[in-house]
Structure formats: C-alpha cells, structure tokens
C-alpha cells in the first residue's frame, strides 16, 4: 500500500507539476455470495478487498477538473459547470462522472473550487473485482471531503451507482459501491438492497486458519452484456405472472407455485434468486454463530444454483470450483455476474499452493489458459489516508 501511496504523490507531481494536498483511497470487492440478487432486492453479502484504488488531489482556482491515471495517456479535463453524462467518455467517465452525481444528489458545484487528480490503483481490472467502484469510492470520498459536502458513506454509494449508470452507461446495482465505502476490516457488508440497511457481519477467516483464494480464469465476461439483460427480464418476468413487486417477496414456501404456474426455464430463474436470498441469510447467521468453517456447504450451493438454475457458469469457472472442492476447500463458487471472471475458494491456508497446482494442472489439462490466483483478506473502506 505505501508504494502506491508514493506512486500516486509521485505521478501527481510529475503530472501537474506542483505537490498534491492529500490522498484518498478506496478498496476492491469480492462477493461472498448473493448473486444476481441485487437487482432483485434481496440480499447480498460483499467485503472490500486489500487491494486499494489511491487518488492524490490538489484543489484548483479556476473550476476546472483535471483527472490522469497510472493506466491512462491523456489527462482529462472539464470545467466543473459542463459537467453532463453525454460529455464523459472513456476511462474519465468514471472520476468526473462522481463529480456529475455529487451535484445530482444536491452538492452546489457552482460554488466548489477545481481539482486535479491523480489515480493508481492495485484493483485488477476486468477480473470481477470491481475495480470499477473502487474509483468511484476513491474519488466521491475525496471530493466530499474537499468541497465539504458532508455526504454519509449510503448517499456516496449512490453517488458512484448513478456514475457508473448515467456517466458510464452500465446499469449496475448498489452492491459493489456499498462494499467498498463501507467495509471494515476481517468483516463482510451484509446488504439488503431494497431498503439500503447494512451491518458488519465478522468473516474470522483467519482464526479459523483460512483464507479466501480468488482464481481469475482471465475468461472475459464483455460478451455477457446480453446473457445479463436476459436474466434481468427472466427474473421481471417472473415476478409479474407471480403477482410481487419483486423477486424478493417471494421465499423457497413460494416455489411449488412458481413451479406451477411458470415456464421450466423462468421457473429456473426465479429458484436461483429465491433459493440465493436464503442462503445469504443462511450464510450470515452461519458466520455469526458458527464461524466461517460452516459456510462451505452455502458457497458450494450457491455454484450449482448458479451452474444449473442461473446457467451463467463457464466451463473454465466450474473446473476452477470442482478442482479446489476436491482439493480441500471449503466451500468454492463462482462470483460476479458470470460468464466468465473469476471463482473464489475458501480454503485451509496451509492447503492454498496443493490447490493451486492443481488447478493449474486440471487447466492446463484441458487447453484452459492458465488461470491467475491470488488470495484477499476482508479490508477497511474508502478512507482519508
Ligand atoms: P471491474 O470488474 O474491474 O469493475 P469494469 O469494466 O466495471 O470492470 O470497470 C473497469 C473500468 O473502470 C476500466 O476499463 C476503466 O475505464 C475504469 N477504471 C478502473 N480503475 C481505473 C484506474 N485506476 N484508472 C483509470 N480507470 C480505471
Ligand atoms: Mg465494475
């Protein structure tokens, strides 16, 4: 972390040739579980990672935004009162459209100084790790504290959802924003995603002599973009001819009738999400009495329902989950919205490289690029630094 803290005050400097004012950061995610069940209200249970996006800011007199990236050529730049969705594009949508969303939500941009900003992040991007809303988080924090907007962490979530919808044009829910501005650390972010209401739920990983391996199958989830809408309307579907708001009013006492009265595939659908509401909730209450040694069994189900319900499994992600449930994991499923992206496994920490190699092995096997693992411990939140 000190290094990129360093990179950032150091490409600050280089970038806009004067020394930054102060650094802010904020952290990836992985979700636990709860899969695509956001969207439809229910529950979801994300933590923020120990992989940081860092932003060094220095305010300006003129009210203009600057914004550079470790990761990008050009240096962005707007004047705070031009501000609007359609004139943000690329990589800059994201920071500047925080800025955009600040005044959405009733910051009075006319009245705030300019800035420059400069970003590094250690969130991978495209690996499902959200590196996404760890920009946003990084940026609403910093720029709520130098325009002293004084925004809870609940509004600044929704300040970088409605960056990544109207700015950036990908209709995501509040989960990753959520995790990342109110993570704590060793604790995941238990989320009810209709009324906004979250609590700290202890992970215990370590005592427990475990740790939480991602495996990045590298197999790009782009294409997805029809394979999600798809599922979004299956899931509406269902809740209409069921008669509920959402998928959300409904629990697993409903599914005979939704077997009833839906087509085999919708019914697939709807039992995903009403089955994934309830382990969640399982899964928190497992954490809290039991520990995180009984969760295994919820993870493992939540890959099947995900797999054989939800059909948004690969079969890059199932072979990275049977190979480490057969190699001493816990618990393994995928995570993310599918299609591609990573799994997690939680695993013994002395049994992490045994299942490296063996998926590795069980890759390479069957002509799989090889796939990236690393393990994540549960971090604090966006932050001043
Ligand atoms: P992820 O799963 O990592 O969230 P997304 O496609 O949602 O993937 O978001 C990745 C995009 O966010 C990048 O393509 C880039 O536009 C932007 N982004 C993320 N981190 C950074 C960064 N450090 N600097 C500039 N842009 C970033
Ligand atoms: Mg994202």
Partial sequence: MSDI????VAGFEETFGRASEGVWSAPGRVNLIGEHTDYNLGFVLPFAINRRTVVALGLR??????????????????????????RLHGWSAYP?????????????????PGADLYIASTVPVGAGLSSSAAIESAVAVALNDVWQLGFDRQTLARVGQLAENKAVGAPTGIMDQSASLLGREDHAVFLDCRSLESSLVPLGFAEAGLELLIIDTGVSHSHATGGYAARRASCEQGARILEVDSLRDL????????????????????????TENQRVLDTV??????????????????????????????P????????????????????????GGAAIALVPSEGISRIQVAVDGAFAEHGFAQP????????????RD
């Fill in 96 to 112: 500047l459209g925080v800025a955009w969303a600040l005044g959405q939500f009733g910051a009075d941009l006319a009245g705030v």
């Fill in 316 to 339: 890059e992600l199932d072979l990275a989950v049977e190979t480490a449930q057969a190699n001493g994991a816990i618990g393994a499923r995928m995570t993310g919205g599918g299609f």
């Fill in 251 to 274: 629990t697993v006492d409903d599914l005979p009738r939704a077997r009833n009265l839906l087509d085999d595939e919708t019914f697939r659908r709807v039992r995903h999400v009403v």
């Fill in 61 to 86: 007199d003129d009210g203009v935004l600057r914004v550079a990236s470790e990761f990008a050529d050009e240096v962005a730049e707007i004047s705070i009162a031009e501000l609007a969705p359609e």
């Fill in 285 to 314: 209450i497992a954490l809290r009495e039991s520990g995180p040694l009984a969760i295994g069994e919820l993870l493992d189900a939540s890959h099947i329902s995900m797999r054989d319900d939800f059909e948004i499994s690969v």
């Fill in 5 to 8: 803290r360093d990179d950032v």
């Fill in 372 to 383: 990236t693992m690393f393990t994540v411990t549960a971090a604090s939140g966006a932050a």
